[in-house]
């Protein structure tokens, strides 16, 4: 059984921030998905300080796969 939609418009999402792990509303947020800008700013010098890292997998590039790529 769905919810009529303007119930739905009265439901507010609450996700955990990824830095603080507290609650906080996603509607109506500037600071999404964080709950502050204090936060935000934690988590981006953290991406400044390479604390985070996209894995890559090893052994892509060889001499010898450059030589015949060219």
Same mark, same amino acid.
């Given at each position: 059984? *769905?919810?009529? =939609?303007?119930? #739905?418009?009265?439901?507010?999402?609450?996700? #955990?921030?990824?830095?603080? #792990? #507290?609650?906080?509303?996603?509607?109506?947020?500037?600071?999404?998905?964080?709950?502050?800008?204090?936060?935000? =700013?934690?988590? =981006?010098?953290?991406?400044?300080?390479?604390?985070?890292?996209?894995?890559?997998?090893?052994?892509?590039?060889t001499?010898? *796969?450059?030589?015949?790529?060219?």
């Amino acid at each position: 059984m *769905s919810t009529p =939609l303007h119930q #739905q418009q009265n439901l507010r999402t609450m996700i #955990q921030c990824p830095t603080c #792990q #507290q609650p906080t509303l996603w509607q109506d947020n500037p600071h999404r998905p964080f709950c502050s800008d204090r936060c935000r =700013l934690l988590d =981006l010098g953290c991406w400044a300080d390479e604390e985070y890292r996209v894995p890559a997998e090893d052994g892509g590039i060889t001499p010898e *796969s450059l030589e015949n790529f060219e």
